[in-house]
């Protein structure tokens, strides 16, 4: 059945975006796959969200946009190439066909003709022409930069390629830092933006936001300079405390910082570079991580502090990164925790210069003390609170020409280059007389060749190809050469969401006026791995091509709902620590001796082994990944949609459990036999309006119904708590289910509202129950229902009397009854008049709405 219908819906163009500019607009959309060759469940489980909204909005009168792609560069198909001799547009292209069908069988309500392949040159041309768009806007510039280098087999590696202990995936050759000239994107540049437009997200998860400040990393301080003893040059330091500057023991700078030959003493020189040379071998983390000892050398030179006059030695260490701030840093160990353990450790001395109100600055120090407090040992600062201090010292500093206030982000440029064959080409040319030269427009796009070698040895693919490299300059004619690089693929899915606004376009790279109607997009669902560097790729791109006057909004993603991974349960073998195969554990029912209680224990079988069992991320190499294509098969699609929504809100983790699939499976089920039986029931062909006074029984189930109607409406709207919506529905086939009056046009209006309710969860069964009901159109060409706020009104309520505590009846009573009122119902009731008879009443208590107790003597 759920193939028929898809391909109904594809003959109809049920879900083709609708363009009619009266109805409000809607743009769902999930991240793009990439095209690794098949489905996973945390890829069912991102559309399904994502495909119960777009349908939602549709039925709420929005015109939708809900489209998908291929993110379709990357390393696995260069990979592939060079394992298996497979071409990497065919491995690509295969994987699509595939795992398009897979989406389709999914019944996702996708736009099919908006589908963007990033490999594709019709995408990728215009990839292309975006870059020179950031070049133009002096956006993208070259400059040297490290990357991994094999040694045997003379290539790049991305870091993909490099395992944990730094050595080749290949050749297994310990890998080397190499200094190349690369592209970079300058998203420095909007750094403050990035970070000050995040507080227009209201729709994106606090965490999210959080993560994208800290990646941002603002630090508002001051930059000041130390004379150099006997130099020209003077070492300018970045410091978020000012105030502290009378308390500088040392001067550091980063090993590769370009004064350090010039600092370094000729009795130190040999140490000096020893250390550099050691350093070198580190990465940055290793560098900068908290439980490792900072590691330093004297380098012999003397700094003079402006400040006090004092001169101060001058140091290298590890933990100074030569890319954050000047990569120097002076040094204050009363205050600083890293300065503290570093002057311990090489006997440089600790000076207080800031004391807690009560303190005492003659008193040794016995760890960093970091919190603000007075100024001390300052000079005429002495006595400022640490906070004015700051500012103080700044005004001060500029005053005498030692420095001034600056702001330092965190965030570095974007090294966009990659020494790759399957990604975009950078469509420059390099001429030796005029230099950068960038592809004219109608030349793009740049083209990749097919005709190329696959080793993994030696240069990148591209430049391997001398007749691909070697060009005419577009300015002077001469000869010249293509840049070979490609470009990171973080850059062909900063603007993906862009281009399904206006998909097709042969001339441009969207319309403004499509890009601007439809963006932002109103509803983004992905997974938590992309909260920084996808997100805020995607938002630096929007706000240049703002600035270039493409479009005319700030920030791409409205909302932003990023959902849990998928679980399930994983057996691990405690002593060998090894991951067993589902198909090797026995569960075996045992009492436990300490409990008494009856538990499953897991064995692996053929052993006395006791498996240890948890819920982990599905993956391979823990056995326990469920295949979606299987679930498919043996329940179809609206199971595994209606099980992934109802298990767990969907920005949770989620545990697979084939109990809960098949509990939708029945519910399912429940829902077909319910309209199979009242379709084939005589009276429902009868009249659908009712006429006159409600009996109780059509009261209560009308309640229900409308009460349905709103709890689903009130759960899908804003925060999508999908798993409640499902409980909802569940309540409302029981109440059909025990409904006392299904002869009644009421009885109807309930089928009715569970079919158009359920019709973005379970879009199939829903389609084919909606016919049989003799629906007009397709049951998602409906209006969402509304709800009558009357219906919820509950006119009568049940009492409980009790006496002395004992409930005796149960009486319907009017809500409006007052106490007093509920007294006298009560006392008519016979079977309390029982109760009462020859008793005195010493008290009674009332709950309104709910009950009566009478205490007798
Ligand atoms: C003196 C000082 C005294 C500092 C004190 C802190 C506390 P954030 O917040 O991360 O910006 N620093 C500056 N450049 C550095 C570099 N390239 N590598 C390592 N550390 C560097 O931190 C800024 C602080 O980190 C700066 O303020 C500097 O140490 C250090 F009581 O200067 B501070
Ligand atoms: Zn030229």
């Not at 109904?8 to 793009?32: C, H, I, V």
């Not at 909007?190 to 800290?214: I, T």
């Not at 030269?437 to 097919?450: Q, R």
């Not at 505590?805 to 008519?828: M, N």
Request: net charge negative; proline share 6%.
């Amino acid at each position: 059945m759920e193939s028929q219908w898809q391909q109904k819906w594809l003959e109809m163009g049920l879900d083709r975006t609708q363009e009619n500019p009266k109805q409000p607009k809607f743009y769902a959309l999930s991240m793009f796959p990439y095209p690794s060759g098949n489905l996973h469940m945390g890829h069912v489980r991102n559309y399904t969200i994502t495909d119960v909204i777009a349908r939602l909005k549709r039925m709420q009168g929005h015109r939708v946009l809900h489209p998908m792609g291929w993110d379709a560069f990357g390393l696995p198909a260069e990979n592939a190439a060079i394992d298996r001799g497979i071409p990497p547009a065919q491995w690509t292209y295969q994987n699509i066909a595939h795992m398009k069908g897979q989406l389709q069988r999914l019944g996702l309500s996708l736009d099919w003709e908006r589908e963007v392949t990033t490999c594709s040159p019709d995408y990728y041309r215009w990839t292309q022409w975006l870059f020179l768009q950031f070049y133009e806007a002096g956006l993208a510039y070259q400059k040297e930069a490290a990357v991994n280098w094999d040694p045997i087999d003379q290539t790049v590696l991305a870091n993909e390629q490099v395992d944990s202990e730094g050595r080749s995936w290949r050749s297994g050759a310990k890998v080397e830092r190499k200094l190349l000239r690369q592209w970079f994107l300058k998203i420095t540049d909007y750094a403050e933006q990035l970070l000050q437009d995040l507080d227009q997200l209201d729709g994106w998860p606090e965490r999210v936001k959080l993560m994208q400040a800290n990646w941002i990393g603002k630090s508002v301080g001051a930059y000041l300079e130390f004379p150099i003893v006997g130099l020209e040059e003077k070492i300018g330091v970045f410091t978020t405390r000012p105030d502290t500057v009378y308390g500088v023991s040392y001067v550091v700078l980063a090993p590769e910082h370009p004064l350090t030959p010039q600092v370094t003493t000729t009795a130190q020189k040999q140490a000096v570079e020893q250390f550099i040379q050691e350093v070198s071998q580190e990465s940055e983390l290793e560098r900068t991580a908290e439980d490792k000892p900072k590691r330093g050398i004297f380098t012999g030179g003397k700094a003079i502090n402006p400040f006090n006059g004092q001169e101060v030695p001058i140091l290298i260490a590890d933990y100074v990164l030569y890319e954050y701030g000047t990569g120097a840093v002076m040094g204050v160990p009363a205050h600083d925790v890293r300065d503290f353990e570093f002057a311990t450790k090489y006997d440089l001395p600790i000076t207080t210069v800031i004391m807690p109100a009560e303190g005492d600055a003659s008193e040794p120090l016995a760890a960093a003390y970091t919190d603000p407090g007075i100024m001390v040992n300052s000079g005429p600062f002495d006595g400022t609170p640490s906070g004015e201090g700051k500012t103080k010292v700044i005004e001060y500093a500029e005053q005498q020409g030692y420095g001034k206030a600056r702001i330092q982000y965190r965030l570095r440029d974007w090294l966009i280059s990659r020494q790759r064959y399957w990604g975009c080409p950078i469509p420059v040319i390099h001429c030796p007389d005029c230099g950068i030269v960038p592809v004219p427009d109608e030349e793009l796009p740049v083209t990749l060749p097919d005709n190329v070698e696959f080793t993994g040895r030696g240069a990148s693919p591209l430049s391997q190809l001398e007749d691909w490299v070697n060009v005419k300059c577009p300015t002077c004619g001469g000869d010249a050469k293509r840049e070979t690089d490609t470009m990171d693929t973080f850059i062909d899915s900063s603007w993906y969401f862009l281009r399904y606004t206006d998909a097709k376009n042969e001339q441009d790279v969207f319309t403004p006026q499509k890009v601007n109607d439809w963006m932002p997009v109103d509803q983004y669902v992905g997974g938590i791995e992309h909260a920084i560097l996808h997100l805020l790729y995607s938002r630096f791109f929007t706000k240049v091509l703002r600035d270039r006057g493409l479009l005319n909004f700030d920030e791409p993603f409205k909302r932003l709902l990023t959902q849990g991974m998928v679980q399930a349960m994983t057996y691990k073998n405690p002593e060998t620590g090894k991951y067993v195969v589902p198909s090797q554990v026995t569960a075996v029912e045992e009492v436990n001796s300490e409990t008494g209680k009856a538990e499953t224990v897991y064995y692996e079988k053929g052993t006395e082994t006791q498996l240890s069992v948890f819920f982990e991320k599905m993956s391979k190499s823990k056995y326990n990944g469920i295949d979606p294509a299987e679930v498919l098969s043996k329940y179809g699609a609206d199971t595994a949609r209606m099980f992934i929504l109802f298990k767990a809100p969907p920005e949770k983790d989620l545990e697979w459990d084939d109990a809960d699939v098949e509990g939708q499976f029945r519910f399912l089920n429940r829902v077909w036999r319910l309209v199979d039986e009242f379709v084939n029931h005589p009276s429902s062909a009868k009249k659908k309006q009712k006429t006159g006074e409600l009996t109780k029984a059509e009261k209560d189930l009308r309640r229900a119904i409308h009460t349905a109607i709103k709890e689903v409406s009130d759960d899908l709207e804003g925060d999508y708590q999908f798993n409640t919506a499902v409980s909802e529905l569940m309540k409302l086939s029981n109440a059909l289910n025990d409904a006392d009056c299904k002869d009644s046009p009421i009885y109807r209006e309930g089928i009715e509202a569970l079919v158009l309710l359920l019709a973005p969860f379970a879009p199939h069964i829903v389609e084919e129950l909606w016919e049989r009901l003799g629906g007009k159109g397709s049951v998602h060409q409906q209006a969402w229902l509304r709800y009558d706020p009357e219906a919820l009104v509950v006119d009568e309520i049940d009492l409980v009397i009790q006496v002395m505590g004992k409930k005796r009846d149960v009486i319907q009573v009017p809500a409006s009854a007052t106490k007093a009122e509920l007294e006298e119902f009560a006392r008519s009731s016979e079977k309390i008049q029982g109760y009462l008879e020859g008793k005195e009443i010493r008290k009674v208590i009332v709950v309104p709405g709910k009950l009566i107790n009478f205490v007798v003597g």
